[in-house]
């Protein structure tokens, strides 16, 4: 049965830098995409940045342009989310998420496995 094990959360003050990565395991075939969203409380789930792992395609939500990367490693399976400037505003839930076949990068309904989360604590 396939998993996506996300690990790098925690706080930072705002303007610091943290690194998400997620890794999948167990899953018969490729993912082509992966992403992560965020859920801050009482806040609809967002999408955040995707990657089309075949092909490189990337989604960015506006928020975060200029600031995350997305990033992976086929090799390992993992995909990793580097995020930095951070501002107040990023708190929130970060999830791993990945398809088989992939549909719009940015909506939480296209994506059918998901992680676990981990937390982001900005403070400003």
């Known amino acids: 049965q396939g998993q996506l094990v996300e690990s790098g959360g925690g706080s930072v003050e705002t303007g610091g830098s943290l690194r998400l990565s997620c890794a999948a395991s167990?899953?018969?075939?490729?993912?082509?995409?992966m992403g992560w969203f965020r859920q801050a409380p009482g806040m609809e789930r967002e999408g955040v940045a995707s990657?089309?792992?075949?092909?490189?395609?990337?989604f960015y939500a506006d928020s975060v342009k200029g600031r995350f990367t997305i990033s992976q490693d086929n090799a390992k399976n993992t995909v990793s989310l580097q995020m930095n400037s951070l501002k107040f505003e990023d708190t929130a839930m970060y999830y791993c998420?990945?398809?088989?076949?992939?549909?719009?990068?940015?909506?939480?309904?296209?994506?059918?496995?998901w992680g676990q989360g981990t937390q982001v604590t900005v403070s400003s």
């Open positions: 167990g899953y018969r075939g490729n993912l082509q995409c």
């Open positions: 990657i089309r792992t075949t092909g490189g395609n990337t």
């Open positions: 998420a990945a398809v088989f076949w992939c549909g719009d990068l940015s909506k939480v309904t296209d994506f059918a496995y």
